[in-house]
């Protein structure tokens, strides 16, 4: 009989060497990652690349593509929804690729301010806060004098790759590149302040108290805060920043079109690649 993994209190792989949740081995992933949720938008990203020398969709829901991008070898991995995924993803990638890395997502968003509009990509020149659930506040008792979300401090993205994808982008998309704090949740629904009558939530302030702690926060996702937070505590190896389509805002609740949601990965996709494949690596 083979053991399904080994190492079991630090990274699991199989017998292959394959971190056991990305699916991957050492040579399958570029040190340059580029970081999506939706599958449609990686193979959008797959399609601007040069060429693709390996394609994998893991037991577990990631998708990868790795090829090259300008004759630079660049990484696209679709991870799903939410910062567990992400923690997945930062965390084997890491494992399997030696010397510095460089993240970068692109990822979909609720605008919070007024000019997120639907179209545009948030940059998080100023990083992401994270807000969750305190389950102890639901549950009578002791806790539930606690608040029932927290929101915890802003996290940084590196200003170096950050600027530099800054540039990018708006060589891309003009004026539609919005520069401005991120709150990523813990659920697209009671920590984004969406209400369902069918649960006891009390999130009806949770949007307006993100806003009034951070008034420069234009964007709402589940991601950014994950990567940004693990690569800061990546012991400097890597580096990363965080951008978001806007898919809807969620003052208006204007929601994007079919047409300008795949014309926006298209476009910002191909200014991520570009970037992320020309900015040089170094501890
Ligand atoms: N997303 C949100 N909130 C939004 C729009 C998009 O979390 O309002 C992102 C994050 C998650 C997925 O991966 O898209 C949920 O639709």
């Known amino acids: 009989a083979t053991a399904y993994y080994s190492d079991t209190n630090g990274v ?16 399958e ?14 193979q ?44 997945f993803c930062v965390r084997e990638a890491r494992q399997i690729v030696d010397g ?4 970068v997502r692109l990822g979909s968003c609720g605008g919070l301010s007024p000019e997120a509009t639907p179209g545009t990509v948030v940059l998080n020149t100023p990083g992401s806060v994270y807000v969750s659930r305190n ?25 170096r790759l ?19 704090l991120n709150a990523s949740a ?21 949007v307006p108290e993100v806003l009034a702690k951070h008034p420069d926060a234009c964007s709402m996702e589940m ?6 937070h693990l690569a800061a505590c990546s012991l400097g190896t890597i580096r990363a920043c965080t951008a978001a389509i806007v898919a809807a805002n969620r003052h208006s609740a204007a929601v994007i079109t079919t047409e300008l949601l795949h014309e926006t990965e298209r476009v910002g996709g191909r200014a991520v690649l570009n970037a992320v494949a020309s900015f040089g690596l170094y501890l």
């Open 12 to 27: 699991p792989k199989d017998g292959d060497g394959r971190v056991t949740h990305l699916g991957l081995r050492a040579g």
């Open 29 to 42: 992933l570029a040190p340059r990652v580029v970081s999506v949720g939706s599958l449609s938008r990686a």
């Open 44 to 87: 959008r990203l797959r399609d601007l690349m040069d060429s693709v020398s390996l394609s994998l969709t893991s037991p577990r829901g990631f998708t990868t593509y790795t090829g090259t991008v300008a004759g630079v070898a660049v990484s696209v991995v679709a991870t799903g929804m939410g910062a567990p995924m992400m923690d």
């Open 100 to 103: 510095p890395m460089v993240f």
């Open 135 to 159: 389950p102890d506040a639901f549950a009578g008792g002791e806790g539930g004098s606690t608040p029932a979300y927290t929101i915890a401090r802003p996290v940084a993205p590196d200003p």
């Open 162 to 180: 950050c600027a530099h994808v800054c540039v990018a982008l708006r060589a891309a998309l003009g004026d539609r590149v919005v520069e401005g």
């Open 186 to 206: 813990d659920s697209f629904y009671a920590a984004q302040g969406r209400c369902d009558e069918h649960f006891d939530d009390r999130n009806s302030t949770v």
């Open 223 to 228: 991601e950014s805060f994950a990567l940004l």
